[in-house]
């Protein structure tokens, strides 16, 4: 008799956590990470563009928060 799946359990407690968005410190859009593997390198891109580079219209309308 074998135990119950481990990776079936993560797969079930992650699809009831909520997710937390990733926010640009600069434009203050909401971002995404793409994962990486062995020839690439975990990258955070903007969910609109899909670049990691903010838009330079947004960086002009970005709060200024004194940092």
């Known amino acids: 008799m074998t135990g119950p799946d ?3 359990s993560r797969e079930r407690e992650s699809s009831y956590r909520p997710r937390i968005p990733l926010i640009c410190p600069r434009c203050g859009h909401e971002q995404r990470v793409v994962p990486g593997g062995p020839e690439r390198a975990v990258k955070v891109v903007h969910v609109a563009t899909g670049r990691e580079a903010c838009e330079p219209g947004d960086l002009a309308k ?6």
């Open 62 to 67: 970005a709060p200024d928060n004194g940092l």
């Open 6 to 8: 481990p990776a079936a």
